[in-house]
């Protein structure tokens, strides 16, 4: 199939990029540079010079032109909105398949440190995270678009980690680079479900196969708490463990990956093991701990996540 791949270049986009192109899917990522089209084409995938800032109106003439588009793309809330919008009314009527990143900050509870024994399916209830309520509504928006005949569908990772990701390990690592000891907040019970890079791919490869229109699909290999991943950093560096009030974190890490550090966002995914037979292969972070980086590309704690909002 002809895919497009909007974010083909960035962490979780790339790495969905080279699975399909891996499994002889025909991939077009999007590239703002000649470095980064240079990348594409090392990597078998066709690269498309552009953005969705400038050249939208090229972005949608190749979305509808490919048989299926994924969209993985590191926007501010605003443009995310604006830019998902103008593909779907672009797709309608054309039976085509949407793929839509999300991210599993939309569950996230401030808990300080603490645990929370909520664990959320794709379909529970939930209150959702102000910061992230426009993720939602994007989420929500996708959604719907399968009842104007676009096969549209949502996954929605937990924290990815892989190789040159910089999540919760990266950053605790930072901690222990700036004040010596590996940090956690409170009692750094709280914990975020995460899923390895690679799972992540696979779930979308299954998703474009023979997803449902209109489903979300979590993607969720295990949890741990912040607590445990500092005391394996800490055995790495040699050095100790430190508790750190909120204020505190953010003097160490800024106030949004402090909040990150300091929240919970647990969730399962039947749906997606159940109509996808889809099953992590990678659940071992704390195993990552001690790897030699790759240098990869850049990621966020989970996908699409900017330093002004969650996803």
């Known amino acids: 199939m002809r895919v497009l791949v909007i974010g083909a270049t960035g962490f979780v986009g790339g790495g969905v990029a080279r699975h399909l192109a891996g499994a002889d899917h025909d991939v077009t990522g999007l590239a703002r540079s000649a470095d980064a089209a240079e990348r594409l084409t090392r990597q078998g995938i066709t690269p498309l010079r552009g953005d969705v800032d400038d050249g939208l109106a090229e972005v949608v003439a190749a979305a509808t032109a490919s048989g299926a588009v994924v969209f993985a793309a590191q926007l501010d809330a605003e443009a995310e909105e604006r830019v998902v919008t103008r593909l779907l009314d672009a797709l309608a009527g054309s039976g085509k398949t949407f793929l839509f990143t999300s991210g599993s900050g939309v569950l996230l509870q401030r808990t300080g440190g603490a645990w929370s024994e909520d664990s959320f399916a794709e379909d529970d209830p939930f209150t959702v995270e102000p910061l992230a309520a426009r993720r939602l509504a994007v989420e929500q928006l996708v959604r719907a678009a399968a009842g104007r005949d676009v096969r549209a569908i949502v996954v929605r990772p937990g924290m990815v980690w892989g190789p040159g990701d910089h999540g919760h390990v990266p950053l605790i690592r930072r901690s222990a680079e700036r004040t010596g000891a590996a940090c956690y907040v409170g009692e750094g019970l709280n914990t975020y479900s995460h899923v ?81 037979g889809w099953a992590p292969r990678h659940t071992d972070l704390l195993g990552a701990v001690g790897a030699p980086p790759s240098g990869r590309a850049d990621a966020r704690p989970f996908a699409g996540v900017r330093d002004t909002a969650l996803p």
């Open 196 to 276: 390895h890079l690679d799972d992540v791919a696979r779930l979308f490869g299954l998703a474009l196969a023979r997803g449902t229109a209109g489903a979300l699909y979590h993607a969720v290999a295990g949890e741990t708490p912040t607590r445990w991943i500092a005391e394996a950093v800490a055995r790495e560096r040699g050095c100790a463990t430190r508790s750190l009030t909120v204020a505190e974190a953010t003097t160490v890490w800024g106030a949004f990956d402090a909040l990150i550090l300091a929240a919970s966002s647990r969730c399962r995914a039947p749906r997606s093991r159940r109509e996808l």
